[in-house]
């Protein structure tokens, strides 16, 4: 690789760092949200009024942040995963096959996740 080169697969690190942060803070904030509504059962306050508020506050909003974030994350694994095997095979010349060992997948699941990258 040259050095003026970007560096892909600190590119697809970065991403997944990004993600997972993003992650982190949507699921944060939906934990708030139940913690609250666990304190307001806790001292007494109907269910209905409960998830009336938890709706009032954005509850719908939060979760689908979070199911979105998730979605996000997990494709910027799967990035990652395809990005480190590309350069595994192309630049190291590792066979599908070493590589599967490597990671603890099949060679098939390798396979797949290599062709993925050139379509």
């Given amino acids: 690789m040259n050095l003026g080169e970007q560096d892909e697969y600190v590119a ?19 934990l708030e949200a139940l913690r609250s509504a666990k304190q307001e059962r806790f001292a007494g306050v109907p269910l209905p009024e409960i998830v009336a508020g938890l709706v009032e506050t954005g509850g719908r909003r939060l979760r689908r942040s979070a199911d979105e974030a998730f979605v996000l994350y997990e494709q910027a694994m799967m990035n990652y995963r395809v990005t480190a095997i590309r350069e595994l095979v192309d630049e190291y010349g590792l066979s599908l096959s070493e590589v599967g060992r490597r990671i603890g997948v099949s060679r098939q699941m390798v396979g797949r996740l290599y062709r993925s990258s050139t379509e």
């Fill in 12 to 30: 697809a690190i970065e991403e997944v760092e990004l993600e997972a942060a993003r992650l982190i803070e949507s699921v944060g904030k939906v």
